[in-house]
């Protein structure tokens, strides 16, 4: 992301501002930006009296503002991290005196996620003006995977797009515990490398065969046998495969080739833009396209729903996921 390049970069350069509010759905950059500064403000024999952590739930904006006022010991300044700072999200406004003030010496840092601050209010104009405000925004599904190959590409690393969907699909937009399965892949695979299917299925344990990505790939070209595989694989393995991922999935999969029937410039690279896709998978919505006609992909889209209510309970007698898996594939590809 831009803004953390930028962030590092400043900082890198000496240019540290006395506040940093770090916010938003996305903890990953939150957790980045503040280790950074962190580890790298400071140097480490000055941290020991000049750099100190707080958690929201056990203190107070006051105590806060106590700890950015106060001068560094034998070095230029002092570095005040405040984690979880969300919980202290019914008084975070009275940040706002010492913000529109702060102690030249300190960088005062608030961590505070999976939220964020009005932008009419007065913190966020003072924080604004005299310090560093970065929203980290969640990723869409479909931006993830793009994600992914940016992240390896900095290490020197390339990944295959479907490794980078299985990933995706295993783990979900979680980048905190993508990064953590990224991590171990990069002690076993030697740089300059491809991070392939086989390589994730070898070392992280998901099945490059039996997966969702594979069960919708086999749907899409009426694989009867490869379909009816992976969900009976998926029916001894329910808790690896929740029902409720493979509908959601699903339900994605054929919204999106209704949008591709739609399409009046079928070509590759419009096909990848309009659907948010890498070009890569663009015959998988082809495939699907030629064998369900907009007619059946809208009943389609109305049995995963059914399917999807069932999951929850609802008018299937606790039906067991396995079967209303089989009872919609029936239906699907019947």
Same mark, same amino acid.
């Given at each position: ?85 969300? +919980?202290?999200? @019914? ?6 005196? &010492?913000?529109?003030? =702060?102690?030249?010496?300190?960088? #005062? /840092? ?35 995977? +793009?994600?992914? @190959? ?6 020197? &690393?390339?990944?295959? =797009?479907?490794?980078?969907?299985? #990933? /995706? ?166």
């Amino acid at each position: 992301m831009d803004e953390v390049k930028q962030i590092v970069t400043d900082i890198k350069n000496g240019n540290c501002k006395p506040v940093y509010f770090l916010m938003g759905e996305e903890p990953y950059y939150i957790d980045k930006v503040s280790d950074y500064i962190d580890k790298n403000v400071l140097a480490e024999e000055e941290k020991g009296f000049n750099q100190m952590v707080l958690y929201g739930r056990d203190v107070s904006i006051e105590d806060i503002v106590s700890n950015a006022k106060r001068y560094p010991m034998m070095a230029e300044r002092q570095v005040v991290i405040v984690k979880e700072a969300q +919980d202290l999200s @019914r008084t975070i406004e009275k940040l706002v005196d &010492y913000v529109e003030n =702060p102690q030249p010496s300190t960088v #005062l /840092v608030i961590c505070y996620k999976y939220k964020k601050i009005d932008k009419r209010k007065k913190l966020y104009k003072a924080v604004a003006k005299n310090g560093v405000i970065f929203e980290s925004k969640k990723l869409y599904e479909n931006q993830v995977a +793009d994600w992914i @190959r940016r992240v390896l590409g900095g290490s020197n &690393y390339s990944i295959e =797009p479907k490794a980078a969907q299985m #990933l /995706v699909e295993f783990l979900g937009t979680d980048l905190g515990k993508i990064n953590n399965e990224l991590e171990k892949l990069k002690l076993i695979i030697p740089k300059g490398e491809q991070i392939t299917a086989e390589k994730i299925e070898a070392n992280i344990g998901i099945s490059k065969d039996y997966n969702n990505f594979e069960l919708r790939k086999a749907i899409g070209s009426r694989n009867v046998i490869k379909a009816h595989k992976i969900i009976n694989y998926f029916s001894q393995n329910p808790k690896d495969n929740p029902l409720v991922v493979t509908i959601s999935l699903l339900y994605g999969f054929f919204s999106q080739v209704l949008q591709y029937h739609g399409l009046p410039d079928k070509s590759k690279s419009n096909v990848a833009s309009a659907l948010k896709i890498n070009p890569y998978f663009v015959g998988d919505y082809s495939d699907a396209a030629r064998n369900y006609p907009m007619k059946k992909v809208s009943q389609i889209i109305a049995l995963l729903r059914d399917a999807d209510v069932k999951s929850k309970g609802v008018g299937a007698s606790n039906l067991p996921a396995g079967d209303i898996l089989k009872e919609l594939m029936v239906k699907i590809m019947g």
